[in-house]
């Protein structure tokens, strides 16, 4: 079945270290979505990618970049990691032209 | 850009009574409003959406309005049981946007048996 899936789903690290979070969907979909989930702030956009070679900057990106090498992949990368970006990530995906966002598992981060 | 606005942050109620959470929205642009349903642990998933051609839609025990007016809109759980306690969180989306939507701050629903 179709599907979109993150990775890993835990993840410890320490301030400073280089993290990348991987989302992979097996749709098709040429639109894919980074977000963070805190408590209190809901979900906030870090980037988005709306096909190959095309990546932009969200509501949150500081900090963090995405490239897209190909329509299934949208690697997530946390250049040196603060505690600031302990959080829950989700990656979400669309198809074109059409509205419903459908999100990954999650992936927990902490930063010590 | 969008600013939504969601109430109430927390929301108990007891089994069989009705719940309602409401939004606003900013951005007179925006015709597509979701709702997602979050469970403890679990993705949020798509429950119902409207689009600003309507004003009203339903499913089953759960509807949602729209008020392109006042730009506000309601999500209405009738019957709620505990499996309908999670965290449910509404956004907006504008198509001249391209469908990026943003989201409000959630309400944590929990219903007691």
Request: proline share 4%.
């Amino acid at each position: 079945d179709a599907e979109i899936t993150q990775s890993p789903r835990h993840k410890i690290t320490e301030t400073g270290r280089q993290v990348t979070l991987a989302c992979h969907q097996t749709w098709n979909h040429n639109n894919m979505f980074w977000y963070r989930q805190d408590l209190g702030h809901g979900l906030r956009l870090i980037h988005y990618s709306y096909g190959v070679h095309d990546t932009n900057k969200g509501e949150v990106s500081d900090g963090y970049s995405v490239s897209r090498s190909n329509t299934e992949d949208l690697p997530l990368t946390l250049e040196s990691a603060a505690s600031s970006q302990t959080s829950v990530y989700f990656c979400a995906s669309r198809r074109t032209a059409e509205e419903t966002q459908y999100f990954g598992p999650g992936t927990r981060l902490l930063v010590l | 850009g969008e600013n939504v606005e969601q109430h109430p942050s927390t929301l108990s109620v007891q089994e069989g009574d009705s719940a309602v959470i409401k939004c606003t929205y900013s951005d007179s642009a925006s015709n597509y409003f979701p709702w997602y349903k979050q469970e403890l642990g679990k993705r949020p998933q798509l429950i119902i959406d409207i689009r600003s051609n309507v004003g009203e839609k339903k499913d089953q025990r759960i509807a949602v309005t729209l008020n392109k007016t006042a730009k506000h809109f309601s999500l209405h759980i009738t019957e709620t049981q505990p499996e309908d306690s999670a965290v449910y969180f509404c956004a907006a989306c504008a198509s001249g946007g391209s469908y990026i939507p943003t989201f409000g701050r959630g309400t944590s629903l929990i219903v007691h048996p």
